[in-house]
């Protein structure tokens, strides 16, 4: 029996049997790895990772400073219409003080 | 997803190693296609003895198309989405492992590439992947 396995094993060669053993090693790895992930997924949810939140984090800040930079635009808007207002109000004074004396 | 590079890289999120590995997949396979295989590839001794080198690329490139397709449509196959993805790193992770096994064999005078580290950490994140997509594959809805 010995002598029959030693022959097989010669004719096979020795690399071809740690190959084998590797890619089932890794197969075997594979699926525990699948196993895990289906137990843990039944666990719940995990707390959300904070890394993942720094990508919405990140767009919030965007958008802050977004509308910070609308409302400065707005701010000078206003402004510029307070003084075209001011202007015709100091014209239509002067129309009225005219008339007046005339 | 917007074809931006801040775009992408929302997108594939966490995910930009199993992108990196379906590119790598896709880069060898069309190497094999370009230059083939009777050329010095050291690395595929071990597949080539059970499988030709057509049929070793045309693994590579379908194995990285179908990989990165998942990783683009994500979040819109909630259900084999996720399946697909490690499926896929875990064939990586068998390729890998055996283009490893060949490079370490190799007599130090033949052994002219500096890849056997790079299929040595390509398997493990492999593995790493097969979890990660179907552990976290509730977040948000969409593979993580």
């Not at chain 1, 990140?58 to 609308?70: F, G, L």
């Not at chain 1, 707005?74 to 129309?95: G, M, T």
Request: charged share 15%; net charge neutral.
């Amino acid at each position: 029996m010995e002598g029959a396995s030693e022959k097989a094993f010669g004719a096979l060669g020795q690399f071809p049997i740690i190959q084998a053993a590797v890619a089932i090693l890794i197969l075997l790895g594979g699926v525990y790895m699948i196993f895990k992930a289906y137990m843990d997924k039944s666990k719940g949810p995990d707390p959300m990772p904070q890394w993942l939140m720094m990508g919405p984090l990140h767009d919030m800040m965007e958008a802050v400073h977004d509308i910070a930079e609308e409302s400065r635009k707005s701010n000078d808007l206003l402004k510029e219409c307070r003084d075209a207002l001011l202007a015709c109000k100091s014209a239509l004074e002067l129309i009225r003080n005219e008339s007046r004396l005339r | 997803m917007t074809c931006s590079l801040r775009g992408i890289l929302i997108h594939f999120n966490n995910r930009i190693s199993e992108v990196a590995a379906a590119c790598v997949m896709l880069g060898i396979g069309v190497q094999i296609i370009a230059a083939p295989v009777p050329t010095d590839y050291h690395a595929l001794d071990m597949l080539l003895v059970y499988i030709s080198g057509d049929m070793v690329a045309a693994g590579f490139i379908l194995g990285g198309a179908i990989r990165m397709a998942a990783l683009i449509a994500n979040g819109h196959w909630p259900k084999y989405g996720p399946w697909i993805r490690s499926i896929g790193a875990l064939a990586g992770a068998l390729l890998w492992s055996q283009m490893f096994l060949s490079l370490i064999v190799l007599p130090a005078e033949k052994l002219t590439s500096l890849n056997a580290p790079f299929c040595l950490v390509f398997t493990c994140v492999e593995l790493l992947s097969v979890y990660r997509a179907l552990a976290m594959r509730d977040h948000y809805g969409r593979g993580v």
